[in-house]
């Protein structure tokens, strides 16, 4: 299972961290990506982790803004979200697959499990 959280209202500029937690599974085996979803618009990938070699990768459009991070003690992926823009306003979502990546994992159709989704909305 995973479970998103840690959404809300900022404003532009402002910063927001959002939480994964997992549970079921090795933690340590899954990669872990972060997913957004705004109105009318595809679920684009934005950020991944792959917990057994601490890989990441993230989107262009939010490179240098946003980190994803891991807490194994807590089987939790964090993605810490410096600058926010009005254009990252969507709904976040969670998502975990049994991988040990070595490129980006950046594409829906690639991952197994998912959680719900945490609403961000920066406002301008």
């Known amino acids: 299972q995973l479970q998103a959280c840690g959404g809300g209202l900022v404003q532009a500029g402002g910063s927001l961290r959002l939480s994964c937690a997992t549970s079921?599974?090795?933690?340590?085996?899954?990669?872990i990506g972060w997913f957004r979803q705004a109105p009318g618009k595809e679920r684009e990938g934005v950020a991944c982790?792959?917990?057994?070699?601490?890989?990441?990768y993230y989107a262009d459009s939010v490179k240098g803004r946003f980190t994803i991070s891991s807490d194994d003690a807590k089987n939790t992926v964090y993605l810490e979200m410096n600058g926010l823009k009005p254009e990252d306003t969507a709904v976040y979502y969670c998502a975990a697959v049994l991988a040990i990546i070595v490129g980006p994992l950046l594409y829906e159709h690639e991952y197994d499990y998912w959680g719900q989704g945490t609403q961000v909305t920066v406002s301008s």
């Open positions: 079921g599974f090795t933690f340590r085996d899954y990669t």
């Open positions: 982790l792959g917990n057994f070699n601490q890989n990441i």
